[in-house]
């Protein structure tokens, strides 16, 4: 039990879980936000809280470097950082998400359907011409099939995807070494003085 306790107590993990907790509660108040002006929370306003997720990201890179590696900072453990910050935000929305429709307000998830439904039958004619009308009909299955447990996973994916370039971009931008070919680690011999054999 004290080894599982220590593994979770280790900065690597902690610093990006916590960064992680706040992203996914910034985008369940996004979420809320939105639910409170009267637009629909689901679908395409919501694809913006992604922007919470990125800055997360930021913070606790920027924080890991500045007071776990003292100014130092690797490329594999920026990378590390911005994926545990993006799955366990993406988690916590989309279960926070799926709570909220499921027990406070199921109607939110009915008039999303309908709009979905709505739009695709206004666009009919595009569809049919451009898919053909076999394709145009089971999109429409498609629409019944989603359940609120699809949504979960439907966030979870779709952050995961989305933050490809953010998190590539984040951790060459923030990665800081004390070495590199050409001014190799002090552990290590400097194989450009090395004597010619």
Known sequence: ???LISFFNHPLLKVPVFFGILAGVLCFAYFLALYGLGIMPLG?????????????????VWYYRKNIGHGFLHLWEALSICYVVNTVGA????WLIYLFLKYIDPTVFTHYLDEMRQLIMATKGRLVETLGQAEYVKMLKKVDQITLETLVG????KKTVLAILPVLIISLLFRRQD????????DEPDR???PKS
Do not use: R, W
């Open 1 to 3: 039990m004290k080894q």
């Open 44 to 60: 395409n306003h919501k694809v913006l809280d992604f922007g919470f997720q990125i800055i997360m990201m930021v913070a606790a």
């Open 91 to 94: 988690m916590l929305t989309a």
């Open 154 to 157: 439907d966030e979870i994916s």
């Open 179 to 186: 070495y590199s070919l050409y001014n190799p680690a002090p």
């Open 192 to 194: 450009s003085q090395s």
